[in-house]
């Protein structure tokens, strides 16, 4: 979204001009244009100018408002399909006693309850070495349908525990990912938790100071370094340097935020867990379910990395264009496998299942 080509008072002829103008790719499908004016419409508002050609009324619009924060997106997933239901379990499962919690990040939350399997990591961390030195473009290809399959489930996982309300309470910290040595001279990396509350003021406010100056002066407007990738990416970078000096380690080489899930058992709220899913194999076909739920998403998020575009520059046309990033016959069914591999659809017990 490149709302900086335009201003409010802007005409355009025709939605499909707005829509094009601030980066939307222009489309035939009636249901991409949908989408893409559903979208626009949380970042500005623009109603039509009633201006009259030739005696008939055109479709010209005009911009009438850019808000400073975009509108809630819609999400009318309430988080019940079998995946939900199934991190659903796992979560409340982990819960049974007033002493049980869940720690660590999303991501590690995701790994510990078995949406990936085990090799998950060892591929993903330690590619060459696992794998081999493939063609840079099919170890981007994997690495671009983990990001897909984990924010998929980082966004069902935030949906699970934002419908478990205040059944549960949360306590967020940080970890700090720190490249040093082990007691044997050998390079490592390990973990440190980072749960000292000046600490994490610390963290938080050398955040929010390195927003202000890449111009965010309220959090309204927070959003705006998220909108450009690159953008996005040397923050980052420059927020994990600013860590290196807080805490005078320059080893430090990742930064994140983490929680701690425990019952809310108080006088005010009976936690009481609805049963959703049934995990025991033997009275209930739930698990069959949630593979072949699995295998869905495996499937649908290699299509979507195939669909993925990239610009380059067209010089016979003097200008960037969109083009796809990939391009099938460039994937191997080595790496196509590797992808389905990583996720949990059932591969232990199938191998089980074929030994008896």
């Given at each position: 979204?490149?709302?900086?080509?335009?201003?409010?008072?802007?005409t355009?002829?025709?939605?499909?001009?707005?829509?094009?103008?601030?980066?939307?790719?222009?489309?035939?499908?009636?249901?991409?244009?949908?989408?893409?004016i559903?979208?626009?419409?949380r970042?500005?508002?623009?109603?039509?100018?009633?201006?009259?050609?030739?005696?008939?009324?055109?479709?010209?619009?005009?911009?009438?408002?850019?808000?400073?924060?975009?509108?809630?997106?819609?999400?009318?997933?309430?988080?019940?399909?079998i995946?939900?239901?199934?991190?659903?379990?796992?979560?409340?499962?982990?819960?049974?006693?007033?002493?049980?919690?869940?720690d660590?990040?999303?991501?590690?939350?995701?790994?510990?309850?078995?949406?990936?399997?085990?090799?998950y990591?060892?591929?993903y961390?330690d590619?060459?070495?696992?794998?081999?030195?493939?063609?840079?473009?099919?170890?981007?290809?994997?690495?671009?349908f983990?990001?897909?399959?984990?924010?998929?489930?980082?966004?069902?996982?935030?949906?699970?525990?934002?419908?478990?309300?205040?059944?549960?309470?949360i306590t967020?910290?940080?970890?700090?990912?720190?490249?040093?040595?082990?007691?044997?001279?050998?390079?490592?990396?390990?973990?440190?938790?980072?749960?000292?509350?000046?600490?994490?003021?610390?963290?938080?406010?050398?955040?929010?100071?390195?927003?202000l100056?890449?111009?965010?002066?309220?959090n309204?407007?927070?959003?705006?370094?998220?909108?450009?990738?690159?953008?996005?990416?040397k923050?980052?970078?420059d927020?994990?340097?600013?860590?290196?000096?807080?805490?005078?380690?320059?080893?430090?080489?990742?930064?994140?935020?983490?929680?701690?899930?425990?019952?809310?058992?108080?006088?005010d709220?009976?936690?009481?867990?609805?049963?959703?899913?049934?995990?025991?194999?033997?009275?209930?076909?739930?698990?069959?379910?949630?593979?072949?739920?699995?295998?869905?998403?495996?499937?649908?998020?290699i299509?979507?990395?195939?669909?993925?575009?990239?610009?380059?520059?067209?010089?016979?046309?003097?200008?960037?264009?969109?083009v796809?990033?990939?391009?099938?016959?460039?994937?191997?069914?080595d790496?196509?496998?590797?992808?389905r591999?990583?996720?949990?659809?059932?591969?232990v017990?199938?191998?089980?299942?074929?030994?008896?």
């Amino acid at each position: 979204m490149i709302l900086e080509n335009i201003k409010v008072g802007d005409t355009f002829s025709t939605e499909n001009k707005l829509l094009c103008n601030v980066g939307f790719e222009k489309t035939k499908s009636l249901h991409t244009k949908k989408s893409q004016i559903k979208e626009l419409k949380r970042y500005i508002s623009y109603e039509k100018t009633g201006k009259i050609s030739r005696g008939k009324v055109t479709n010209e619009i005009v911009i009438t408002e850019i808000y400073d924060k975009p509108k809630e997106k819609e999400d009318n997933r309430k988080g019940t399909s079998i995946i939900s239901n199934y991190l659903y379990n796992c979560i409340t499962s982990n819960l049974q006693d007033t002493w049980d919690f869940i720690d660590g990040s999303k991501s590690n939350i995701i790994k510990q309850f078995g949406l990936v399997n085990y090799c998950y990591d060892e591929y993903y961390y330690d590619f060459e070495d696992t794998v081999g030195d493939l063609d840079s473009i099919e170890k981007e290809f994997f690495f671009d349908f983990c990001e897909e399959v984990m924010s998929s489930y980082r966004g069902r996982l935030k949906r699970v525990l934002d419908n478990l309300g205040d059944k549960i309470a949360i306590t967020n910290y940080y970890k700090a990912l720190i490249h040093g040595t082990n007691k044997y001279g050998s390079e490592c990396y390990f973990v440190k938790d980072i749960d000292n509350a000046d600490d994490i003021e610390k963290i938080i406010k050398t955040k929010e100071n390195l927003e202000l100056l890449y111009g965010v002066t309220d959090n309204s407007e927070k959003w705006k370094i998220f909108c450009d990738k690159n953008k996005s990416k040397k923050f980052y970078e420059d927020f994990i340097g600013q860590v290196k000096i807080l805490f005078d380690n320059d080893g430090i080489v990742n930064c994140f935020e983490a929680m701690t899930i425990r019952r809310n058992d108080t006088d005010d709220v009976d936690v009481d867990f609805e049963f959703k899913f049934n995990d025991d194999t033997e009275d209930s076909d739930d698990m069959d379910k949630f593979y072949k739920a699995q295998q869905k998403l495996v499937d649908s998020k290699i299509q979507t990395v195939l669909n993925k575009t990239k610009s380059i520059y067209d010089s016979s046309e003097m200008q960037f264009v969109k083009v796809p990033k990939y391009k099938i016959e460039d994937i191997s069914n080595d790496i196509l496998d590797l992808c389905r591999k990583v996720v949990n659809v059932g591969q232990v017990e199938k191998s089980r299942a074929g030994k008896n």
